[in-house]
Every structure is written in C-alpha cells, then in structure tokens.
C-alpha cells in the first residue's frame, strides 16, 4: 500500500514499490542474461569441404542435395540454417558428420567469442 | 560447371516467373478495364495457394522460409497501415480518403513489404539494393526514352539522370555502408523535396499520390539502405563465395 511517508517525501520510493521495482529488475537482468546474452550462432564448413572436393561447384553440390544454388549460397554465407534433413544429406554428400559441418558458435552481445 | 550455368540455374521458378508475368500484363490491361484486376490477383496470389496445398512443388526448403518470413513482413506492415487508417477515420473526421484509396494503398503496402522481405532474405541486403537501384536505372531510362522520342537532345540529357542509380548499384556492392548512407539521404532527401510526409498526414492524404510515392520510391531506397548498414563483412564472404 501506498503511503505518504519520510521516504516518498524526499523522492524516495516507499518500500513496498522499491522491493517490486528491484524483483523486476533482477528477472529483467536474468532474462537478459538468458536470452539475449549469449547468442548462438551456427557456424558451418560447407565451403571448405566444398572446395576440398574436387573444387565442387555450388549448383553441382545443389544437384546433389536436391535444393537450388541459392540455397547453398545462402547456408555457406550463415544466412540461412538448413533443416535436420538438409543438414544430413550434405554430410553424407561430404563423407563426414553432421557436426563436422555443422558446430554451435556461442557470441556475446557485441559479436566476440 | 561454369558460372553462366550458375547464374542460369539462379533464376526464380517456372511458376513465379508465369506469376510474375501474368502480373505484370495484368496491371497493363487495368488500364483498359479494372475487369483484369482480378488477374493480377490471380498472379498474386495462386501460385502461393497451389503451394500451400502441395499442388506445387517448386520450391527448396530455403525458398519457403524466405516466403514465409517475407508473408509475416507484409502481415505486419498491412496491419500498422490498417490500424494507422482505422485510428485516423475515428479520430479525425474531417479525413479525405475514399474506401478504394485505402483498401489499394493497404494491397500495395502488404505486396510491397512481402517482396522487398523476400528480395532481402533471398539475395541478402547487397545484391538486394544492388538490383534494386539497377531496377530503378532501367525503369528512369525506359521512361525517358520513351517520352522523348522527338528529341534526341533531351532524351539524352535526362537519360544521363540514371547514371547516379548505376553508380550507386556498383557502390553498394563494394562500400555496403556509405552506400547505405547515401541511399538513406537520397531518400529522404527526395521526400523532402515531394513534401511526401506533409501530404500523407495531412487530412486529404491520398492527394497526388504521396503515399504511393513513399511506398513504392523512398521506401525501397530507405529500405535498402538501412539492410546495407546492417551488413556485417558480407562483401568479403560473397567475394570469396563467388571466387569458389
């Protein structure tokens, strides 16, 4: 409840208000810390086994997976995370595991390691 | 294996390239008769209905999420102008907009959104404005060649005002940053110039087409300018990317 005390008098927030006002701010300062402080990313080699076989181009390694160039494109520039599926059919493509291709790269807010 | 095998392989599909086709007649002929609005309607939004059903088969997992994410993009825009149109008839009485200004101005607003969202995702924000200036180029050219077809001299003159499009097309794809600033200003520096966001909030918005104007003219300049600020190094990726 709401008073007019000492404290509201001298600008200060009453008791009741300030205890919501730091329990709000703690769940304001986990969640940030949970959702946005830690961003990840997934990082991925598809071009680098792409080149290690044989130079292989985009289309050719689209033809093979069944999706259009763009797409490749798209995977290898980080724009674009392909589905389970997609991920499977290109490590197999390559001969090697999805996580070879595939690795979870964890950034902080400002983009650093 | 070469790259113009690449680049053929790279156009949209046999289905949107129809759609857009269709489209682009269809707007043609509304010159003639609004009876061929519901074509362009048709072209609109078909082949995305026959996707839907899984009647069409056309597109890669990318592609759909790009469509997707593009449909979200102009369900929001459509609303923020429906609800900023909603407010302005309670609010402001004295408000000049007929029904079919606001319904069309809705139509372009939500199509517009949904392809700049899906240029964006698809091409990323460098080849976006890239080809969206080249775009703007041509259109400038193509309407000065053809009202000045009695005069060479002015046919040439102002055809020589699409070359800073051009300029800013090769720009964007080497300096994504300064390009996006000067896009940016461009842009507002041509809604200045048309006084376009005095006459949109104003009570008779719809005269001389200024909301049209920032839709369809400073919206994509402003637009790509802002997806070129937000570039992070992608000109060095799409380089090695392209090189391989």
Not at chain 1, 29 to 50: D, E, I, P, W
Not at chain 1, 105 to 110: F, Y
Request: aromatic share 12%; net charge neutral.
């Amino acid at each position: 409840m709401l008073g007019h005390g000492q404290g509201e008098r001298q600008g200060r927030l009453p008791q009741a208000v300030s205890g919501c006002k730091i329990d709000l701010t703690l769940s304001k300062v986990v969640f940030t810390l949970q959702s946005m402080g830690a961003k990840q990313n997934v990082a991925n080699t598809v071009r680098r086994h792409r080149l290690l076989a044989d130079e292989m181009t985009q289309q050719e390694l689209a033809d093979l997976v069944g999706v259009t160039r763009q797409t490749i494109h798209a995977i290898e520039k980080g724009r674009y995370n392909p589905s389970v599926g997609l991920a499977l059919s290109l490590a197999r493509v390559f001969d090697v595991g999805v996580e070879e291709l595939f690795q979870l790269d964890e950034e902080d807010d400002h983009g650093k390691r | 294996m070469g790259n113009a095998r690449e680049e053929n392989r790279n156009r949209p599909t046999l289905a949107t390239l129809i759609g857009g086709a269709v489209f682009i007649v269809g707007i043609g002929l509304t010159a003639v008769s609004w009876w061929f609005l519901p074509l362009v309607a048709a072209a609109a939004v078909v082949p995305g209905l026959l996707r839907e059903f899984g009647l069409l088969r056309d597109q890669d997992e990318f592609q759909r999420q790009v469509a997707r994410r593009a449909g979200y993009h102009a369900y929001l825009a459509g609303l923020i102008v429906m609800f900023a149109f909603s407010t302005a008839f309670r609010v402001e009485t004295q408000l000049e907009a007929g029904f079919g200004e606001v319904v069309e101005f809705v139509l372009i607003v939500s199509w517009f959104t949904w392809f700049l969202s899906w240029l964006l995702s698809y091409w990323g924000p460098q080849r976006m404005a890239q080809r969206l200036l080249m775009a703007f180029g041509f259109v400038w050219l193509l309407f000065n060649i053809l009202g000045n077809l009695d005069s060479l001299v002015a046919m040439v003159m102002q055809s020589l005002l699409a070359a800073p499009f051009f300029l800013l097309a090769w720009v964007a794809r080497r300096w994504p940053r300064p390009a996006g600033i000067i896009l940016i200003l461009t842009g507002l520096f041509f809604a200045n110039m048309f006084d376009t966001f005095e006459r949109v909030f104003s009570s008779d918005p719809f005269d001389n087409g200024a909301p049209f104007v920032l839709v369809l003219f400073i919206g994509p300049l402003v637009a790509s300018g802002v997806a070129l600020l937000l570039v992070r190094q992608e000109g060095k990726i799409e380089e090695q990317s392209e090189a391989a």
